[in-house]
């Protein structure tokens, strides 16, 4: 199975940065499909960014132009370096990579398709 791990996750005040990690066993980047989601307390799971193996990163207008994806070298570790936080972005975000197509809005986060970090908690206070 694919094993999948967040890290990098903590607690910032509103205007600072993170950088969040995605890293994989058993697979690499240009094997799958990978997006990030998170969920925050009371709100359903959201989809903010998104690199499919033949495609450009993508990213929800919720974080675009504050968040940007990257990978290593390797090709089994994949950054989220968020800037500009604000407290809205407190949420747990989870990595996921694809072995069926990623859905692009479910309820709840992880979901029991493809394969999902544990998540890592991001907390922005204002």
């Known amino acids: 199975a694919v094993q999948v791990v967040e890290s990098g996750g903590g607690s910032v005040q509103a205007g600072g940065s993170l950088r969040l990690s995605c890293t994989v066993a058993?697979?690499?980047?240009?094997?799958?499909?990978m997006a990030w989601y998170r969920q925050a307390p009371g709100h359903e799971c959201e989809l903010i960014s998104m690199l499919k193996v033949d495609g450009m990163p993508w990213y929800a207008d919720s974080v675009k132009g504050r968040f940007t994806l990257s990978e290593d070298n390797s090709k089994i570790t994949m950054y989220l370096q968020m800037n500009n936080l604000k407290p809205e972005d407190t949420a747990v975000y989870y990595c996921?990579?694809?072995?069926?197509?990623?859905?692009?809005?479910?309820?709840?986060?992880?979901?029991?398709?493809?394969?999902w970090g544990p998540g890592t908690q991001v907390t922005v206070s204002s």
């Open positions: 996921a990579v694809a072995e069926y197509p990623l859905e692009p809005a479910p309820v709840q986060c992880p979901t029991q398709k493809n394969y």
């Open positions: 058993t697979i690499t980047f240009d094997d799958a499909d």
